[in-house]
């Protein structure tokens, strides 16, 4: 059973670019939940998607966006890229409470 | 406001030692409490939780205490191991939607 996938593993793009990162939950859950996590810190709650909702979302711009599909997999978008943006974008899913992650993605902005 | 923390940012033990680490939280109405192990390069892993009906959880090698009165959770690892050494997170649940908010971690550094 292959559990939370991301991609892809690397990216780099520049300011002002937008970029597209992608999230397939682990076998069995419907929940999706995006975080960042700046180098040296913890992860930052982004926003969560239920039933191809945002349920919930942190203190993040609407620069950030997100969607999920009826298969539960789950996209983030973030337009007009800051050289802030670069962090690593974890994807966690979760049935009940227990979320688990995914590798992430590396973004680098130039 | 939010804020999970944690005491000690570097913990360095001895193979075989059992080692603590520390994190105080700060809502006092969090229900649900979760310790990941993150390794470079790599996302978070799930260790244990706890809720917040409970003081005491244990798993293999692993125990979460709960302390509600002085909103403080701990991390207990026994013979620690070299493969233990990562950042350890405790993270809070925030209210019934599972949103977690995580500290800035404790690095475990485990020598032969």
């Given at each position: 059973?292959?559990?939370?996938?991301?991609?892809?593993?690397?990216?780099?793009?520049?300011?002002?670019?937008?970029?597209?990162?992608?999230?397939?939950?682990?076998?069995?859950?419907?929940?999706?939940?995006?975080?960042?996590?700046?180098?040296?810190?913890?992860?930052?709650?982004?926003?969560?998607?239920?039933?191809?909702?945002?349920?919930?979302?942190?203190?993040?711009?609407?620069?950030?966006?997100?969607?999920?599909?009826?298969?539960?997999?789950?996209?983030?978008?973030?337009?007009?890229?800051?050289?802030?943006?670069?962090?690593?974008?974890?994807?966690?899913?979760?049935?009940?409470?227990?979320?688990?992650?995914?590798?992430?993605?590396?973004?680098?902005?130039? | 406001?939010?804020?999970?923390?944690?005491?000690?940012?570097?913990?360095s033990v001895q193979e075989g030692?059992?080692?603590?680490?520390?994190?105080?939280?700060?809502?006092?109405?969090?229900?649900?409490?979760?310790?990941?192990?993150?390794?470079?390069?790599?996302?978070?892993?799930?260790?244990?939780?706890?809720?917040?009906?409970?003081?005491?959880?244990?798993?293999?090698?692993?125990?979460?205490?709960?302390?509600?009165?002085?909103?403080?959770?701990?991390?207990?690892?026994?013979a620690t191991q070299p493969g233990?050494?990562?950042?350890?997170?405790?993270?809070?649940?925030?209210?019934?939607?599972?949103?977690?908010v995580f500290g800035t971690g404790?690095?475990?550094?485990?020598?032969?």
């Amino acid at each position: 059973d292959a559990g939370v996938t991301q991609s892809p593993t690397h990216l780099i793009k520049t300011r002002g670019q937008q970029v597209t990162l992608r999230c397939s939950p682990k076998s069995g859950h419907d929940t999706v939940s995006w975080y960042q996590q700046a180098l040296g810190q913890g992860p930052q709650f982004i926003f969560q998607y239920y039933e191809e909702e945002e349920r919930q979302r942190g203190n993040f711009p609407d620069r950030f966006s997100g969607h999920q599909f009826p298969n539960y997999s789950s996209e983030l978008n973030v337009n007009a890229l800051l050289l802030g943006d670069s962090a690593l974008y974890l994807c966690a899913s979760s049935l009940e409470e227990t979320q688990y992650f995914g590798p992430g993605t590396r973004l680098l902005v130039l | 406001g939010e804020s999970v923390g944690l005491h000690l940012p570097t913990l360095s033990v001895q193979e075989g030692d059992n080692s603590i680490i520390n994190c105080a939280y700060s809502n006092s109405a969090s229900d649900y409490f979760i310790w990941y192990k993150q390794e470079s390069g790599k996302g978070p892993q799930f260790i244990i939780d706890i809720r917040s009906n409970m003081d005491k959880r244990q798993g293999q090698r692993v125990t979460v205490l709960l302390n509600k009165t002085v909103k403080h959770l701990s991390l207990q690892i026994a013979a620690t191991q070299p493969g233990d050494s990562a950042v350890y997170f405790c993270a809070e649940n925030m209210g019934g939607f599972q949103k977690l908010v995580f500290g800035t971690g404790t690095r475990l550094l485990v020598s032969p």
